[in-house]
T-cell receptor, first 112, second 109 residues
Framework: DADVTQTPRNRITKTGKRIMLECSQTKGHDRMYWYRQDPGLGLRLIYYSFDVKDINKGEISDGYSVSRQAQAKFSLSLESAIPNQTALYFC???????????FGPGTRLTVL | GQQVMQIPQYQHVQEGEDFTTYCNSSTTLSNIQWYKQRPGGHPVFLIQLVKSGEVKKQKRLTFQFGEAKKNSSLHITATQTTDVGTYFCVSGGSYIPTFGRGTSLIVHP
């Protein structure tokens, strides 16, 4: 079984809709991250959480919110989706001093 | 996180040729990590460099960290089709990673 899972894997939605992307991990890591990937722009950090009670904005948090329901679960919400939020979204975890990031398989989101 | 610039954005090579991607920062980096993302996949950690002038090898891959800790490089010797993908350098201090934009390697058989 995969250590970091993301649901859904693909989603097509319309402008203005509320969308939630979910991430679960079985690695027992405290640190969790949400990124978006756009062609040619690398991965940009949206939000990160160092434990259940700690939530921090990343580089591009506008238009997004998150919830850390448990150590193993970190959800990303788009309250009112817009077309420029069309992207590939990755969740990642980290639990070592090295801060090696372990990524989920990604969610491809299309906002029409 | 500390911003890192990565070049080139794309690199086409013939199978068997060498490949190098470069990562540069205007500030001193505490460490640098490298990741590989295969087409359609997710980034996978390759290595971390911490010390000034550090050089590490993984088979045909050689990773270097500059003496001033402001630049890093990844060199692949004799590329193979399995090397295809995007290579990212990542700066990270205080557990907040910043990704470079990546170099996409295309290997022609």
């Amino acid at each position: 079984d995969a250590d970091v899972t993301q649901t859904p894997r693909n989603r097509i939605t319309k402008t203005g809709k509320r969308i939630m992307l979910e991430c679960s991990q079985t690695k027992g890591h405290d640190r969790m991250y949400w990124y978006r990937q756009d062609p040619g722009l690398g991965l940009r950090l949206i939000y990160y959480s160092f434990d259940v009670k700690d939530i921090n904005k990343g580089e591009i948090s506008d238009g997004y919110s998150v919830s850390r329901q448990a150590q193993a679960k970190f959800s990303l919400s788009l309250e009112s989706a817009i077309p420029n939020q069309t992207a590939l979204y990755f969740c990642a975890t980290s639990g070592t001093r090295l801060n090696e990031q372990f990524f989920g398989p990604g969610t491809r989101l299309t906002v029409l | 996180g500390q911003q890192v610039m990565q070049i080139p954005q794309y690199q086409h090579v013939q199978e068997g040729e060498d490949f190098t991607t470069y990562c540069n920062s205007s500030t001193t980096l505490s460490n640098i990590q490298w990741y590989k993302q295969r087409p359609g996949g997710h980034p996978v950690f390759l290595i971390q460099l911490v010390k000034s002038g550090e050089v590490k090898k993984q088979k045909r891959l050689t990773f270097q960290f500059g003496e001033a800790k402001k630049n890093s490089s990844l060199h692949i010797t004799a590329t193979q089709t399995t090397d295809v993908g995007t290579y990212f350098c990542v700066s990270g201090g205080s557990y907040i990673p910043t990704f470079g934009r990546g170099t996409s390697l295309i290997v022609h058989p």
